[in-house]
Structures are given as structure tokens and as C-alpha cells.
T-cell receptor, first 114, second 113 residues
Framework: AQKVTQAQTEISVVEKEDVTLDCVYETRDTTYYLFWYKQPPSGELVFLIRRNSFDEQNEISGRYSWNFQKSTSSFNFTITASQVVDSAVYFCALSEARGGKLIFGQGTELSVKP | KAGVTQTPRYLIKTRGQQVTLSCSPISGHRSVSWYQQTPGQGLQFLFEYFSETQRNKGNFPGRFSGRQFSNSRSEMNVSTLELGDSALYLC????????????FGPGTRLLVL
């Protein structure tokens, strides 16, 4: 069965600190897709990144970076020099090639204090 | 390009009533999925519609149903509401294929009293 685990329920940091959000997944599929979404207090899920199972290349986008390691079934998300606007709940999600429904982790609530 | 829109944004109902939520996908997107978000269960997949047909379904009772129109707009209906149906209902759209990225709307917050 597919499963996504975000062990960190809440993280609190001070502005300008770096923070890493952990995500571990389980799947028996050889082709799958991983995602990170951000949910601000308004409720909308904002898409951040997508990774295909056959592409382990890490990615950097501004202050955001993602580390995908198939060997440990992890897809971690790092925010460098965090800002107050980064405060939100972050969700990691998995979908299989067939079906395509998203399986979400429980989310990590990030609080960045000034 | 406009994002996914959902109406209404907030809704209060009483137990036993039924409710219909609406979702308009991003222009050109033909697949619409619905998710329920509660504090206890997190984000759970309800169903997906593509070309007016249900393509995938989650583990929810038959009180939860949906449909899609020829313009790709979708509605979901919950009949005989229960207190536990109080949740944020999120709609997501994507172009066509299951492997494509889903983009979410702002959600409808349903409170059942």
C-alpha cells in the first residue's frame, strides 16, 4: 500500500534560519510521482514541486531545495534563510502512474518567527 | 490564466440536509478531483472525473457523489449530512493524464451542525 509519512508535526524557527521538512514514502510501484504543496491559512494548496521516480536529480528554486533519495524513500524539502511568509502547513504527496490520486502525508506546520 | 475556483467558500448546514459544492477547473483542464480535509483524517481523496465520467474513487460512503459537465465543471453532493462531514473540501484540476500535476482551488469550508 502507498503511504507518506511526515514525522514532524510542527516546526518553529526564527527568521533567517534554515529548516528541513522530512518526507518518507512507501510504494510498490516502480513509476510514481512525488509532490510538495504549501497550505497557507487561507486553505488553498499551492503546488511547489513535482518529482518523477526516474529522476533523482535534486532541485533548487531560489531559497527552496529538494533532496530526492530513492535508496531511503525520502523526498526532503529545505528552506534556506526562512522568512515569516514561509509560515504555512507543508504537505508531501505521492501518486502512482495509474490512477493518479494523491496520497498525502499528515503535513508539517512551519512557524517562522521574526 | 485563472486558477481553480470553488463555490461557495463557506457553508453551514444541519444534520440530515444535503449540500452541493461546485468547482470550475483551470481553462483547458479536463480532469477534476475532489479531496476532503479534516483535522483527524488529513487530506483524503474522494473521486476524480474526466470527460464526464468517474475515473477513480476513494473510500467514502455512497452519500458522497459527484458529476462533471461537458465544460469540465464539476459538482459534488453530500446527502444526509453528518457532523463528521464538517471539513474543507478541495477541488483540483489537471490537464488529462493521471501523472500530471494537480492544481488546487481555495476550497469550500463546510460546517455541519
Amino acid at each position: 500500500a502507498q503511504k507518506v509519512t511526515q514525522a514532524q508535526t510542527e516546526i518553529s524557527v526564527v527568521e533567517k534560519e534554515d529548516v528541513t521538512l522530512d518526507c518518507v514514502y512507501e510504494t510498490r510501484d516502480t513509476t510514481y510521482y512525488l509532490f510538495w504543496y504549501k497550505q497557507p491559512p487561507s486553505g488553498e494548496l499551492v503546488f511547489l514541486i513535482r518529482r518523477n521516480s526516474f529522476d533523482e536529480q535534486n532541485e533548487i528554486s531560489g531559497r527552496y531545495s529538494w533532496n530526492f533519495q530513492k535508496s531511503t524513500s525520502s523526498f526532503n524539502f529545505t528552506i534556506t534563510a526562512s522568512q515569516v511568509v514561509d509560515s504555512a502547513v507543508y504537505f508531501c504527496a505521492l501518486s502512482e502512474a495509474r490512477g493518479g490520486k494523491l496520497i498525502f502525508g499528515q503535513g508539517t506546520e512551519l512557524s517562522v518567527k521574526p | 490564466k485563472a486558477g481553480v475556483t470553488q463555490t461557495p467558500r463557506y457553508l453551514i448546514k444541519t444534520r440530515g440536509q444535503q449540500v452541493t459544492l461546485s468547482c470550475s477547473p483551470i481553462s483547458g483542464h479536463r480532469s477534476v478531483s475532489w479531496y476532503q480535509q479534516t483535522p483527524g483524517q488529513g487530506l483524503q481523496f474522494l473521486f476524480e472525473y474526466f470527460s464526464e465520467t468517474q475515473r477513480n474513487k476513494g473510500n467514502f460512503p455512497g452519500r458522497f457523489s459527484g458529476r462533471q459537465f461537458s465544460n469540465s465543471r464539476s459538482e459534488m453532493n453530500v446527502s444526509t449530512l453528518e457532523l463528521g462531514d464538517s471539513a474543507l473540501y478541495l477541488c483540483a484540476s489537471r490537464l488529462t493524464s493521471p501523472e500530471e500535476t494537480q492544481y488546487f482551488g481555495p476550497g469550500t469550508r463546510l460546517l455541519v451542525l
